[in-house]
């Protein structure tokens, strides 16, 4: 992983928390699995996405 990229996402945890980021991700998760569905017919790639936010959500970060 690019070593920019890495710094990029501490600086942003650093920011927001951790929970804030996963909660993000969460919903971006949910919005590609819908644009899957709505725009490219594409429900086995949508459900992985869905799938995705679950796990996502099920973290439970106390940071």
Do not use: G
């Amino acid at each position: 992983m690019a070593k920019e990229y890495m710094e990029s996402l501490e600086a942003l945890i650093d920011k927001l928390t951790l929970s804030a980021i996963l909660e993000m991700l969460e919903r971006i998760c949910h919005k590609k699995a819908e644009n899957l569905r709505t725009h490219w017919q594409d429900e086995a790639s949508a459900k992985l996405w869905d799938k995705a936010a679950r796990q996502i959500e099920q973290i439970n970060v106390d940071i």
